[in-house]
């Protein structure tokens, strides 16, 4: 893994058009919606159903999920603990530039290390980083497996899969918490409503 910091004699170069110019344009905060939990959650599920009720709303999103950079910008890394840190490390510093440009971004990836969930909160000002934690038993995830994934991790054709021979640590201080009401799972656009509503509730949905 590349070293961190190898730069020297490197400046800050400012910009004339700043962040809060782009929020005008945008009429908008920009943020960053982190969502964390277990493979099958439905993390990606609420991602695209956030970004489809803000892009009715006029507001501009982007989406950023783990699956998804790992066709690309992170295709090197794997799933040891220390390519999850450089994957949630990475995304985070995308996560911060799309904030900065005024958007809304989504970034929904696995993440189950609390450490790596704060290293990317803190990079941000601290409003600015909305943790969204899919509180879904495994049960569930593993009765849905989309995939077949967990079915192949039972097998033991998978090491290391998370919440069955990996650790998922679950947020201590999110700020949304999407879970079952008397053993439902609330449907899509009742768990963007939640996230919208908090959005509108903080101000970031007007510039
Ligand atoms: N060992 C192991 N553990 C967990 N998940 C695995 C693993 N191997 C492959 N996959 C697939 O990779 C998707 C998770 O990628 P992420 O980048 O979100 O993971 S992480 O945040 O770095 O932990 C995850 O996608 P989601 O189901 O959308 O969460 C899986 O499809
Ligand atoms: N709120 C929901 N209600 C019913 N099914 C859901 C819900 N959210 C996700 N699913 C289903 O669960 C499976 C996993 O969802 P997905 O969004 O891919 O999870 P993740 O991105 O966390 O792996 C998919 O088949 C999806 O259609």
């Known amino acids: 893994m590349a070293t961190l910091s190898n730069s020297t004699n490197i400046f800050w170069q400012d910009c004339q058009v700043g962040r809060?110019?782009?929020?005008?344009?945008?009429?908008?905060?920009?943020?960053?919606?982190?969502?964390?939990?277990?493979?099958g959650s439905g993390k990606s599920t609420l991602a695209c159903s956030l970004s489809r009720e803000l892009h009715s709303k006029g507001k501009l999103?982007?989406?950023?999920?783990?699956?998804?950079?790992?066709?690309?910008?992170?295709?090197?890394l794997g799933?040891?603990?220390?390519?999850?840190?450089?994957?949630?490390?990475?995304?985070?510093?995308?996560?911060?530039?799309?904030?900065?440009?005024?958007?809304?971004c989504v970034a929904s990836l696995i993440s189950p290390y609390r450490r790596d969930r704060d290293t990317c909160r803190a990079?941000?000002?601290?409003?600015?980083?909305?943790?969204?934690?899919?509180?879904?038993?495994?049960?569930?995830?593993?009765?849905?497996?989309?995939k077949g994934l967990y079915k192949l991790a039972r097998a033991g054709k998978i090491k290391g899969f998370t919440g069955i021979d990996d650790p998922y640590e679950p947020p201590i201080?999110?700020?949304?918490?999407?879970?079952?009401?008397?053993?439902?799972?609330p449907t899509p656009t009742l768990m963007a409503g939640q996230?919208?509503?908090?959005?509108?509730?903080?101000?970031?949905?007007?510039s």
């Open 123 to 146: 990079m941000l000002p601290d409003a600015n980083f909305i943790e969204v934690f899919m509180n879904m038993p495994l049960e569930l995830c593993e009765a849905r497996d989309p």
């Open 61 to 76: 999103s982007y989406v950023l999920d783990g699956d998804n950079l790992r066709h690309g910008l992170n295709k090197d």
């Open 79 to 104: 799933f040891k603990a220390e390519d999850r840190a450089e994957n949630i490390r990475r995304t985070g510093e995308v996560a911060k530039l799309f904030a900065d440009a005024g958007l809304i």
């Open 173 to 185: 201080n999110c700020e949304i918490e999407i879970k079952q009401e008397n053993g439902d799972c």
């Open 20 to 39: 809060l110019e782009r929020q005008k344009l945008l009429n908008q905060k920009g943020c960053v919606v982190w969502i964390t939990g277990l493979s």
């Open 195 to 206: 996230v919208v509503t908090y959005l509108e509730n903080k101000g970031f949905l007007e």
